[in-house]
C-alpha cells in the first residue's frame, strides 16, 4: 500500500519556524524513491490549492512559490523515503493545509494534476 504521511505541522508565532516531513512507504518508493518527483502544495479556506516547492527526484532541480522564495526550502533524504520542508520567517499569509504529493516521474512538477499521490495534509497555522 503506497502511503504519504505528513507530520511537523503546528501553531507557531509570526517570524518563527516549522519543518515540515513527508513520510513514503509502500513497495515502489521503497525500492526506488529517486524516480519520483515531490511537492509540497498547501490550501487555506476559500482558497485553491497551491504549489509551494517541488523537488526533482534527484534532488538536483528545485521549483518553488514566489511568495516563498527565499524563505522555504524543500529536501529530499531518499535512502529514507522522506521529504522535507523547511520554513523559517513565517507569515501569518501561510497559514494552511500542506500536502506533500509524488509523481510518477523524477521530473520536476508544479500543477497539482501531475502529482498521483497525495499525503492526508498537516496544518500549519501562523499566529500574527
Known amino acids: 500500500q503506497v502511503q504519504l504521511v505528513e507530520s511537523g505541522g503546528g501553531l507557531v508565532q509570526a517570524g518563527g519556524s516549522l519543518r515540515l516531513s513527508c513520510a513514503a512507504s509502500?513497495?515502489?518508493?521503497?525500492?526506488?524513491?529517486?524516480?519520483?518527483?515531490m511537492g509540497w502544495f498547501r490550501q487555506a479556506p476559500g482558497k485553491e490549492r497551491e504549489l509551494v516547492a517541488a523537488l526533482s527526484g534527484s534532488g538536483g532541480n528545485t521549483d518553488y512559490a514566489d511568495s516563498v522564495k527565499g524563505r522555504f526550502t524543500i529536501s529530499r533524504d531518499n535512502a529514507k523515503t522522506t521529504v522535507y520542508l523547511q520554513m523559517n520567517s513565517l507569515k501569518p499569509e501561510d497559514t494552511a493545509v500542506y500536502y506533500c504529493?509524488?509523481?510518477?516521474?523524477?521530473?520536476?512538477?508544479?500543477?497539482?494534476?501531475?502529482?498521483?499521490?497525495w499525503g492526508q495534509g498537516t496544518q500549519v497555522t501562523v499566529s500574527s
Open positions: 504529493a509524488a509523481a510518477w516521474s523524477s521530473g520536476i512538477f508544479s500543477r497539482d494534476y501531475q502529482y498521483h499521490y
Open positions: 509502500g513497495r515502489i518508493f521503497s525500492r526506488t524513491f529517486s524516480n519520483y518527483g
